[in-house]
């Protein structure tokens, strides 16, 4: 059975950047389309990147198009978001998903359809 471990939140200032990573184990990331989710204090929780298996396909909510980027790396079994230009608005706890899917250029976007999940990872933008 799959298991997913966050990690690198931190506090950073306002236009710093941070880099998440998500790490598997039981089970190989490649069956597996994978997302980003955060839940920022007193808000639902919200889903903000997703990928395919392969990578390729990607999607990102417009709160954080062209500030993040989703990547994965099927050889470390590890999938990353890569943020910058970070805003107090970005503040929040950062979840990674994971789901099996047959087809591998399939993006799941609703949490529903995430069977997987990891503890959470603290980011706090603040100066």
């Known amino acids: 059975q799959l298991e997913l471990v966050e990690s690198g939140g931190d506090l950073v200032q306002p236009g710093g950047s941070l880099r998440l990573s998500c790490a598997a184990s039981?089970?190989?990331?490649?069956?597996?389309?994978i997302g980003w989710f955060r839940r920022a204090p007193g808000k639902e929780r919200e889903g903000i990147s997703y990928a395919s298996r392969n990578g390729v396909h990607t999607k990102y909510a417009d709160s954080v198009k062209g500030r993040f980027t989703i990547s994965r790396d099927n050889a470390k079994n590890t999938m990353y978001l890569q943020m910058s230009s970070l805003q107090p608005e970005d503040t929040g706890v950062y979840y990674c998903?994971?789901?099996?899917?047959?087809?591998?250029?399939?993006?799941?976007?609703?949490?529903?359809?995430?069977?997987?999940w990891g503890r959470g990872t603290q980011v706090t933008v603040s100066s």
């Open positions: 039981g089970n190989t990331l490649d069956n597996y389309a």
């Open positions: 998903a994971a789901s099996r899917t047959l087809s591998t250029a399939v993006i799941l976007t609703s949490d529903y359809q995430y069977n997987t």
